[in-house]
């Protein structure tokens, strides 16, 4: 919700000459034009400033920013104006538009930057509401009625109703239990999702609505009689996850630990730890090391899917061991704080895809570029990039990578090829025209370099 004029005028020391039935309205950004028509460049909820020296007429222009739908007009004294004219306080009282002065010694930039933090301090709000309205709903989704839960903790947090259905559409829950008879009025939405539509938002003068197939488990409708805002899609939409996995008692193990796993990754750990918390499962203290491996099999550590593999994260003195213990390839990240796990859990996947057995990320990253980048990514844009040359006469590959393997040094390169240095120059200029590259350019070579020493490219002796 964006800040109301009133919590504005108060911060900013403005004073109210009319229109203060109307503070209440949301101001979503400041203005300042001295043109005599500048509502071409308004939204709507905007607080206008200006110092009126363009403008003669104060009602047409009070009109015509009311008709634009503005939260209200600043008017700075003490430049055009000594003081805010009669006839545009009388025409703002009688519009019933918000009118306030602004003193010679607040410039309009700092009234600017106030709404400007006001509006920043109240998104982080929101985020953060909404970051704590979903670890509300996981921890619903713990208890042993959890979609229930999980419907009922929607409700709430979003001031409205919720319905549960099966695939047939037959209410399994409602909050409050009135609300079972909205889901007469969704069966055509029903058949919408049915028919793979991802979700389906309604508006209406008194009531918004939002249905969402659960995984092929049913349907969910939130309910509210206000609009819903972007924080409260991204509850609706998490509560949509938690209850499908609620429904899927049988994954709700696997799937649990994989939202955990998800929340480290994007830095909640404090929410991880709470979820975690009701479960009886504690996280390790730092440092922390991330382990990549194919199959989990019984491990004492906490662990969860991520991709196709499992991701194990334990306390650094604990990763040897684990290591041992596990079968088959595993990729060990470095020790890091686990507000950080994301890098960790990077770090284990890459050393885990070199595919060279129980690898740490600290010896990948000592075996060059070539072992931290996708092998088969490389090999394609490699393929792509010298495909010019393969074209041509064969001869351009294998000169071009010698040419760069000595560094551009024309007689060096000649005699590793065999050949006169005026007949590997003609080759260059034929490879730099065919490829697009100026071959003495450090990128362009590092590049071609590193495409040539892609798997599966040919090597000159």
């Known amino acids: 919700m964006a800040p109301s004029l009133r919590r504005i005028t108060g911060m900013a020391g403005l004073r109210v000459l009319a229109g203060q039935g109307a503070l209440d309205r949301p101001v979503r950004w400041v203005a300042v034009s001295e043109l005599e028509d500048p509502t071409p460049f308004l939204e709507g909820d905007e607080l206008v400033l200006t110092t009126g020296m363009r403008t003669a007429s104060w009602r047409p222009y009070i009109t015509r920013l009311v008709d634009r739908g503005v939260a209200g007009l600043g008017f700075g004294i003490g430049l055009s104006h000594a003081r805010v004219p009669a006839e545009l306080v009388a025409a703002a009282a009688d519009a019933g538009l918000p009118l306030v002065e602004v003193a010679r010694e607040t410039p309009f930039i700092a009234i600017g930057k106030t709404v400007s933090d006001l509006l920043a301090a109240e998104h982080y709000e929101e985020i953060t509401g909404a970051f704590e309205a979903q670890g509300r709903l996981t921890r619903a989704a713990l208890r042993g009625d959890g979609a229930a839960s999980v419907a009922d903790r929607l409700a709430r947090e979003l001031g409205g109703w919720v319905v549960l259905l099966d695939e047939t559409g037959t209410v399994r829950h409602a909050t409050p239990p009135e609300a079972e008879e909205r889901a007469a009025g969704l069966r055509s939405e029903f058949a919408r999702l049915r028919s793979g539509a991802a979700a ?24 509210a009689g206000h609009p819903f805002t972007p924080i409260a899609h991204t509850i609706v939409n998490a509560a949509a996850s938690l209850l499908t996995l609620a429904l899927e008692q049988g994954a709700a193990p696997e799937r649990l630990r994989s939202a955990v796993l998800r929340l480290l990754v994007a830095g909640e750990t404090d929410t991880a730890r709470e979820v975690l918390a009701d479960v ?37 003195a604990e990763a040897p061991a684990l290591r041992e213990a596990l079968d088959g390839p595993v990729g060990i990240s470095l020790p890091g704080p686990l507000s950080r796990v994301a ?3 990077d770090q284990a996947v890459r050393a885990y895809r070199a595919g060279r057995g129980k690898l740490s990320f600290a010896d990948l990253a000592g075996q060059g570029l070539l072992g931290l980048l996708d092998a088969d990514a490389v090999r394609a844009y490699a393929e792509v990039l010298l495909a010019p040359l393969d074209e041509q006469r064969g001869d351009l590959r294998e000169s ?27 080759r260059m200029k034929k490879a730099a025209e065919l490829l697009g590259r100026d071959l003495d350019d450090p990128a362009a070579r590092a590049e071609l370099w590193i495409a040539l020493s892609a798997p599966g490219a040919p090597r000159t002796g």
């Not at 003068?205 to 969910?220: A, C, I, K, T, Y």
């Not at 560094?407 to 590793?416: I, L, V």
């Open 200 to 223: 389906v938002a309604l508006a209406g003068p008194g009531e918004n609505v939002v249905v969402q197939p659960l995984g092929g488990r049913g349907f969910f409708a939130v309910g």
């Open 400 to 426: 071009l990578q010698a040419y760069l393997a000595c560094n551009g040094h024309w007689d060096a390169a000649a005699q590793r090829l065999g050949v006169h240095r005026h007949t590997l120059r003609y």
């Open 343 to 345: 890098t960790a859990v």
């Open 280 to 316: 009886g499962v504690t996280l390790p203290d730092d440092p922390v090391v991330a382990l990549a491996v194919a199959e989990s099999g019984p491990i004492r550590a906490f662990h969860a899917p991520h991709g196709d593999l499992t991701v194990v994260i334990c306390a650094e």
